[in-house]
């Protein structure tokens, strides 16, 4: 996992995958049955406009991940 980002009726989870992509997963808070939102993008397209601090933290995921 790579965030976690706590909003008023959702949680978002930001989570890297096989090294190759991100999925991006908003869960209801307060609606256990309405279902989550999930997005997949590619890891190149992710790391376009990231800020340097975020690049660091994804290399330093990748390493662990192949670890």
């Known amino acids: 996992m ?23 997963i908003e869960l209801n808070r307060f609606d256990a ?4 939102v999930i997005e997949r993008v590619e890891l190149n397209d992710y790391l376009h406009g990231l800020s340097k601090i975020h690049q660091i933290q994804i290399a330093v995921a990748l390493d662990l991940a192949r670890a």
């Open 2 to 24: 790579l965030h976690h980002i706590p909003e008023q009726s959702e949680d978002i989870f930001v989570l890297l995958i096989s090294g190759s992509y991100i999925l991006n």
């Open 33 to 36: 049955q309405e279902e989550p």
